[in-house]
């Protein structure tokens, strides 16, 4: 059955809330982006990336955003629904373009991104009392994101949806850190995240899992140790902690005592921007199969590796198979 055309009343396995966007890539590598002169098109948006991931990897999936009433909003509505992802929480507003995000790809380890998110992104403008609350708190997995906390009303209706949902089922908080998209000055300098840890503290208290890497939980820590942070993590009430250490793999700890620090799979990068989302997707694949947590950690490098390996994000969320083939091989 295509999930878009599953009962209402069956929960979704996952549903995702926040950042979309259209990706534009150039098709050139190691050029800067001053002398690109082709470019291709994708969905972006963490949350919306993992949606997508998820669903590649054969769940259900929904995502709640919100587009501008524009063609590029149009073209994500259908590379939502192309990807099989259910779009139909993903509303419009008037008067706001639907953001673009640029890129230069300079393998292995730089890609920079421009955002043009102007005069504000259209999802930041989710509304709580717009929610589907009982959907939100059926679902399998619910995924929020700490960009969902940097502006209201997108910060009211996050916590919203936390706050009900009350940690049933499993609640991931992606710590997603991105200082450009708040508005305090200090807080776009680095100098000072206190504030924004204070809405961290607040989602993390309805959060089952927390997933961010080393400078994403500092901000919501102020550990930059994996395992001092993963422990202040626990602490703050979630009963999974996911710390990514680029190069050095990824540590994971439940407060059940289990634990697992996985090597990443060897690969040679094309674009690195698409894999924490891959790995996202991937987690909430491991998790809903109720999988050990040293193999969900295994599978979830081995998806993030596959969209390291190629140009795109979302069109390169690999399938189960991929996933499994390199598993055996070891590398992409």
Not at 189 to 199: H, K, L, M, N
Not at 251 to 256: D, E, G, K, P, R
Request: proline share 7%.
């Amino acid at each position: 059955m295509d999930p878009q055309e599953a009962p209402h009343e069956v929960p979704y396995d996952v549903i995702t809330m926040g950042r979309i966007g259209v990706d534009l890539y150039p098709l050139q590598t190691g050029v800067p982006l001053a002398r690109v002169e082709t470019f291709g098109k994708f969905l972006g948006g963490s949350p919306s990336n993992v949606a997508v991931a998820a669903a590649r990897l054969g769940r259900r999936t929904a995502l709640i955003t919100r587009t501008g009433k524009d063609a590029f909003g149009d073209y994500l509505h259908e590379a939502l629904r192309e990807f099989g992802v259910d779009d139909r929480w993903v509303g419009g507003v008037e008067g706001l373009p639907t953001p673009v995000t640029f890129c230069e790809v300079f393998p292995p380890d730089d890609f920079p991104l421009y955002f043009y998110r102007q005069p504000k992104a259209p999802d930041l403008e989710i509304y709580a009392a717009e929610l589907d609350l009982d959907a939100t708190s059926a679902a399998r997995v619910f995924w929020v994101t700490g960009t969902g906390l940097s502006e209201e009303p997108s910060r009211s209706a996050t916590l919203a949806a936390l706050e009900h949902r009350a940690k049933s089922g499993t609640t991931v908080f992606d710590l997603d850190w991105r200082p450009m998209f708040w508005k305090d000055t200090a807080w776009k300098q680095g100098t000072d995240a206190a504030q924004a840890r204070t809405y961290y503290a607040q989602a993390l208290a309805h959060a089952t899992v927390a997933v961010g890497n080393l400078d994403e939980v500092e901000v919501a820590t102020g550990e930059r140790e994996p395992h001092a942070a993963a422990r202040k993590l626990l602490a703050s009430g979630v009963e999974l902690a996911v710390v990514k250490q680029g190069p050095r793999g990824v540590l994971a700890v439940s407060s059940a005592g289990e634990s697992a620090e996985v090597p990443p799979v060897p690969v040679e990068v094309v674009n690195g921007l698409g894999a924490g989302d891959a790995f996202g997707g991937a987690l909430c694949h491991g998790l809903l199969e109720g999988w050990e947590l040293e193999r969900i950690m295994r599978y979830a490098n081995a998806a993030g590796a596959i969209v390291a390996s190629r140009l795109a994000c979302s069109a390169a969320m690999p399938y189960p198979h991929e996933v499994e083939a390199v598993l055996k091989g070891g590398r992409v």
